[in-house]
């Protein structure tokens, strides 16, 4: 398993705590991935994420899937499954329920 946080000292922290590796991108941390998930604030923090030269769709192989648990817009999920659809990779888009306070009171 590889992470991705914007934050590089939670990226550090989290592997001090568990097995695994972080990348300093998105794309590196995705690489080579069959699975890829997602969770983050909103919708311009998951376009930071997931579009552009260093996001996590430029990183993906063709077939891979792609599941994002952001409480995110319809809009934003409409998007980044149509960006998903043109590089051959599937996108799910599985909202965490209840936004961030859920989010901290299930983790």
Not at 3 to 30: H, Q
Not at 92 to 97: K, Q, R, Y
């Amino acid at each position: 398993m590889t992470v991705y946080n914007r934050s590089a000292e939670k990226r550090l922290a989290w592997c001090k705590e568990f097995t695994g590796g972080a990348a300093p991108t998105p794309r590196e941390a995705v690489a080579d991935c069959d699975f890829v998930f997602c969770c983050v604030g909103n919708d311009d923090d998951l376009r930071s994420v997931v579009l552009g030269e260093q996001g996590a769709l430029a990183g993906m192989k063709s077939g891979a899937v792609f599941v994002d648990h952001t409480t995110a817009s319809a809009d934003v999920a409409r998007e980044l499954s149509a960006e998903a659809a043109k590089r051959g990779i599937q996108f799910v888009d599985a909202p965490v329920s209840g936004g961030r306070p859920a989010r901290r009171t299930a983790c």
